[in-house]
């Protein structure tokens, strides 16, 4: 089983970077195409005329998978067959043709084709469809697709090396063989939100049983989502609605709490976070580091400070902490010294963060270290490219070293970019009055 799960991973790397499998070719298709890039499966099943023999095997390739991501198992079966008759061993249109036999109970079809190939048969296939030689329950493979699915960010934690098509095939397969299976509707939900699909997200959230361990977050995820649309109201109604029916799930009076946060209402984030401390159950130091966010959001540092301060006493190596704490100080002036060795032990607990990299460039020209805050911050913005405040921290840096143009640049470049929350545009805009005045 080691060296088949092994396998499955070399297999799905093939999968996930194969410019045969999904390459755009010479298709006259090419809205489909798009579609396809664009996870828009209703548009590629229009432009694909089904009954066409003309289309190339990129095409079928694609038309399949789009088929099955809209749940339209008898019409993939049908493009299965015409993949398989140009490819015999094509391994999406096997499992095709495989679940939809399940699916008529037709198995003695399979296991002919399973034992007519036992040499020859596909890892990825044996580990999908076979348990000691012998064919899985549906159940078994549903969960099996699921499993690969799990292996695929186990194994390619960047979301640039992941083919989310494949994987919503994947998990489409797992609920047309089981549509009880809730884990493979929440996942697929979280997919489509991690595509910033998020019209798509609550059809499959709502599947999952209010029995399921997957109900709540799915629920939250739900709310999240409208969010995400900007439906606020509805958002904070679905997350008290939540709570009313889940009394024993105090958690679900932090993501009340978080929603606020994130969404921008700090002072009703902020007052939430206040009832959840006296909580003794939940995790008190994170909860005071973002009251104190809130707080500081809210310009009332004395109050953040208390509850930066208080959090570390509880958890002192959080980077998270010691770098609001620190910046904060820095900004006013406050604890140069102190700050610039907290911020050097928060990078070095989290060196890929880069808000946590320009505070301590923000350190550095503080204490006049420019030309290290000018290194520092250049890689910030390498990491974050678009991150307007850390654009203005540069062209100040700039700036002080008499490189006046870059600064200018650095700044516009900001100005472009800001958020009305980063409030830094009134500050820009006098910084360039004033170069150009001068």
């Known amino acids: 089983m080691i060296k088949k799960i092994t396998f499955l991973f070399f297999t799905l790397f093939f999968l996930l970077n194969s410019n045969s499998l999904y390459a755009l070719g010479t298709s006259s298709y ?12 209703e548009n590629v099943f229009d432009q694909f005329d089904i009954k066409k023999n003309e289309l ?32 015999p061993d094509n391994q999406e249109a096997l499992i095709v043709n495989f679940v939809y036999l399940l699916s008529k109970n037709e198995t003695s079809k399979i296991n002919i084709y399973l034992n007519n190939n036992r040499k020859n048969i596909n890892e990825l296939i044996d580990f999908i469809f076979l348990k000691n030689n012998e064919l899985k329950s549906s159940g078994e ?40 299976n809730n884990e493979a509707w929440f996942l697929t939900g979280q997919l489509y939100q991690m595509i910033e699909e998020y019209e798509k997200v609550e059809f499959f959230y709502k599947k999952i049983s209010s ?50 946060r994130s969404n921008r209402y700090f002072k009703l984030a902020a007052k939430q976070y206040s009832e959840l ?58 604890n140069i010294d102190l700050s610039l060795n907290m911020l050097e032990e928060a990078y070095e607990a989290n060196p890929n963060s880069y808000y946590i990299l320009d505070s301590l460039a923000w350190a550095h020209y503080k204490k006049n270290n420019l030309e290290l805050a000018a290194e520092l911050m250049e890689k910030v913005i390498d990491m974050a490219p678009g991150e307007a405040i850390s654009l203005d921290h540069l062209g100040d840096i700039y700036f002080s070293l008499n490189r006046k143009r870059e600064a200018v640049f650095f700044w516009n470049q900001a100005k472009d970019l800001a958020e009305p929350e980063d409030n830094i545009n009134e500050d820009i805009i006098e910084k360039l009055e004033n170069y150009y005045e001068g």
């Open 277 to 334: 401390i006296q909580n003794k159950e939940l995790n008190l130091w994170n909860l005071l580091y973002l009251r104190g966010i809130c707080y500081e959001r809210l310009n009332q540092w004395d109050l953040a400070e208390k509850d930066f301060l208080s959090s570390l006493e509880l958890k002192p190596d959080s980077p998270n902490v010691l770098n609001y704490l620190a910046y904060g100080w820095i900004e006013k002036d406050e």
């Open 211 to 260: 029995h399921s361990s997957y109900f709540i977050d799915a629920q939250r995820n739900i709310a999240f989502n409208y969010g995400k649309l900007f439906a606020f109201e509805k958002a904070e109604k679905k997350i008290k609605d939540l709570i009313q029916i889940s009394k024993n799930h105090p958690d679900l009076l932090k993501i009340l709490a978080d929603f606020y």
């Open 30 to 41: 090419l809205i489909s195409h798009i579609a396809f890039n664009s996870y828009d499966f």
């Open 141 to 180: 493979i549903s969960n099996s697709f699921i499993e690969i699915v799990k292996a695929s960010f186990t194994n390619f934690p960047s979301s640039n090396e992941i083919n989310y098509n494949l994987l919503i095939f994947y998990l489409s397969m797992s609920t047309i063989l089981n549509s009880e």
């Open 56 to 87: 190339n095997l990129h095409d079928y390739q694609i038309k399949l998978i789009a088929l099955i991501n809209l749940n339209k198992l008898t019409f993939a079966n049908d493009i299965a067959l015409k993949i398989l008759e140009k490819d």
